[in-house]
């Protein structure tokens, strides 16, 4: 193994659980994903995809006329437009950070990418090799018109970009012309020899290349192996400390390899390059520098080893498939205020030609990658990457297997870099750090406490669900869609550069927009459409500024969802049926007026309770074992399932007793729950087909929930402990 392997404490956690990629398995995506070939037979670099549901990241692919319309030709240098795209700012942006691929390459030479305007300096940022898929992370300055230009060396060869974020003018790096201040061939730096086996470099940053003396908290250097006599790896680490046990770079006898590194420096003002075996030439370029404030350096810690099973499963990540780590709270990384954390991710032992993603977890996997390898290749990238709900990131595998070994090597406070930047959305009011739809007085987000109760229908309600038979003597809500159960509500959240979904099928007038003008939603949320009976779906679409419900759900071609019935409310709306008298919005539709986002106990609004002590902040759904026919004048209800002879017209909303005994539930989630049904409840919104039950967001091979929600998290609630509001209370 060329990857230092390294046995690490308990607290890493094998993480399956927004990223990645919100309610769904990303590895089961959806049958029209657009991850394409380089050529027919290739499968290391994705191309892009089509205008629909183009991932914003990508600003330059050669191959396809994305931002150039050919490969590089020898000693050519092309511009490319880097503000205002990629959800890059138009103004006010320092540097970017890129992944740059070089691919088809017919010779052997390197790129340069440096500031469009400026002297193109004499260093490389990215070695080629002919026939190989080589990437790279970049961060380079920009010009005053936001743009950067990539030079070719030698040959001619295929340039993919994609953009990881961006610095913002204040943002504490500042990017410099690139200077090389180590190359051990000619003696630049403290050596005129190769670096030989176990042997530490030590090579000064404070105070040269445009690096000042103090106030640096890391610097950013492009470090390249090259002409070493046997494999190996280097690792660069801040000078006089211990030197870790993670690597920056893998090399292969005579091969050149460049990678970035983001290194802290040592009160010396040094950093540290070690080599592990053999010989090797190491040249290293300075690119920038960050302030202390602004980027916090660790010494490198291992976060994720497949072949030893640290951080997640001990088994090669298979082909399709996506597995979750945490990066927060763990190797000096706190649990909270972390924008991205910066990884150096290396492939080892792959089965096939592939590429690895590396994404914030929950979010959309972008048709984008982070790492490219052939069979039984070692392969490093630096990533910068996003965090996601629980302080995790996803790390996706294209195809074949390959094991997969993750370093953290510091991270990002927020807000000093966008990663995965975005245009900004429809902002709904904020509740634990994430947000919900529809004002704090309507009937989805208003508080409970303190509305009259009904003590009859109390009464009544506790003999109805001891006696009805398909109740069978459960004294709680289950919970549906965890532990294997299909019955729950996929759900997912559309943000900007998602796919457009359509439906088509049995759409209300009231919403026929959605034919034609959708929602958004990731690329492979079908692949969590369970395909039951009722088969529903949640979107919460924070691009149009809607929440977004269907039913008997079928995944067409195309991002289309075949339906048998469909609904929507508007995030800026009170969140009532637009035949409810007190609408504000002629545009929310749905069901019985039923309201979509309460048919959901969501995973990212889970976290966030947990995190602040609090509930979920809106009303649940309650699905009844048999509600009763009549509608009545109950709100927000406007309709009732006929045929019915149960407790309670729909809509009655139900409240758990505010003296119940939270903190006697055994787990955070029980525990959060409570805290919802005492303060919001829930109300009567269909019947359950079985017993009464809540519905959590869909669980996906685990990814989702994994053992945290079971049917019986409510277990230690009785029916009992329920009380029934005054019908028509507001």
């Not at 006898?253 to 190491?282: F, P």
Request: hydrophobic share 40%.
């Amino acid at each position: 193994m060329i990857v230092p392997p390294r046995r690490v404490a308990s607290v890493f956690v094998a993480c399956l659980g927004l990223m990645t990629a919100l309610v769904v398995d990303t590895s089961d995506a959806a049958a029209n994903q657009a991850a394409g070939l380089v050529s027919a037979n290739r499968q290391d670099v994705p191309a892009a995809g089509t205008a629909e549901m183009n991932p914003e990241p990508r600003i330059l692919d050669t191959r396809l006329g994305v931002g150039a319309g050919s490969a590089i030709g020898a000693g050519q240098t092309i511009q490319i437009q880097v503000a205002g795209r990629g959800g890059v700012p138009d103004s006010g942006v320092r540097a970017v950070a890129l992944n740059v691929t070089a691919t088809g390459s017919t010779t052997s030479g390197y790129l340069t990418v440096y500031g469009s305007g400026s002297p193109r300096p004499g260093t490389s940022n990215l070695n080629v090799v002919r026939g190989v898929t080589v990437p790279n992370l970049v961060i380079s300055r920009v010009s005053a018109s936001g743009k950067l230009s990539i030079y070719n060396d030698a040959g001619s060869t295929h340039v993919i970009a994609d953009v990881q974020g961006w610095f913002s003018d204040d943002g504490g790096y500042t990017a410099l012309s690139p200077r090389r201040v180590v190359d051990t061939r000619v003696g630049l730096g403290p050596t005129r020899a190769a670096v030989g086996p176990g042997q530490t470099m030590d090579v000064r940053v404070a105070g040269v290349a445009g690096v000042p003396t103090s106030g640096v908290g890391a610097v950013v250097l492009n470090v390249t192996a090259t002409e070493p006599s046997q494999p190996g790896y280097l690792a660069v680490f801040p000078s006089s400390t211990s030197r870790p046990t993670a690597s920056n770079l893998n090399f292969e006898t005579g091969q050149t390899v460049a990678n970035l590194a983001i290194a802290r420096v040592g009160a010396n003002g040094k950093v540290s390059v070690y080599n592990n075996s053999g010989s090797t030439h190491v040249v290293i370029d300075v690119l920038g520098w960050f302030s202390e404030q602004s980027y916090s350096g660790i010494l490198p810690e291992r976060a994720l080893d497949t072949r030893i099973g640290a951080g997640a499963a001990r088994a090669a990540v298979g082909p399709g498939r996506t597995i979750d780590v945490q990066v927060t709270g763990v190797a000096g990384v706190p649990t909270r205020g972390v924008g991205a954390v910066v990884l150096n991710v290396t492939a080892t032992e792959p089965s096939a030609s592939s590429y690895v993603s590396v994404s914030a977890a929950r979010a959309p996997r972008r048709v984008t990658s982070n790492l490219n390898v052939t069979p039984g290749q070692t392969a490093t990238n630096l990533v910068i990457a996003g965090v996601g709900p629980g302080g995790k990131v996803s790390i996706h595998n294209s195809s074949g297997t390959t094991h997969v070994v993750a370093d953290i090597q510091g991270w990002f406070p927020l807000p000093d870099i966008v990663s995965d930047p975005s245009p900004t959305p429809v902002a709904p009011p904020p509740v634990a750090g994430h947000v919900l739809p529809y004002s704090s007085d309507s009937f989805f987000r208003s508080s409970a406490r303190g509305a009259p109760v009904d003590a009859d229908l109390t009464s009544r309600f506790h003999s109805f669900m001891a006696t009805h038979p398909d109740q069978r003597g459960v004294g709680y809500p289950a919970i549906r869609g965890v532990g294997g159960n299909r019955w729950g509500t996929p759900f997912a959240v559309g943000r900007p550069g998602d796919v457009r979904w359509t439906l088509t099928g049995s759409i209300p007038e009231a919403v026929a927009d959605l034919r034609t003008e959708g929602f958004y939603a990731p690329q492979d949320f079908g692949a969590s459409i369970t395909g039951t009976s009722d088969s529903p779906f949640v979107v919460y679409d924070r691009v149009r500024g809607q929440s977004v419900w269907g039913a008997k759900a079928v995944v067409k071609p195309g991002y289309v969802i075949e339906v048998a019935a469909a609904g929507r409310f508007m995030h800026t709306s009170n969140g009532l049926d637009m035949r409810n008298p007190r609408s504000d919005d002629a545009r929310n539709f749905r069901s019985r007026g039923a309201i979509p986002d309460a048919m959901v106990i969501r995973r990212d609004l889970m976290d966030a309770a947990i995190a602040a002590g609090g509930g979920l902040g809106h009303v649940l759904h309650l699905f009844i074992v048999e509600s009763d026919s009549s509608a009545g004048a109950v709100h927000p209800m406007v309709g009732a399932e006929s045929g019915k002879n149960g407790f309670g017209a729909e809509g009655t909303r139900i409240v758990l007793r505010p003296d119940f005994p939270v903190e006697s539930l055994s787990t955070p989630e029980a525990k959060v729950l409570a805290r919802t049904l005492i303060e919001h409840g829930m109300y009567i919104g269909d019947n359950a087909g079985s017993g009464s039950s809540l519905k959590a967001q869909q669980d996906v091979n685990g990814q989702v929930w994994g053992s945290r929600l079971t049917a019986d998290t409510l277990k230690g609630l009785d029916w009992t402990d329920f009380l029934v509001i005054t019908p028509g209370w507001q």
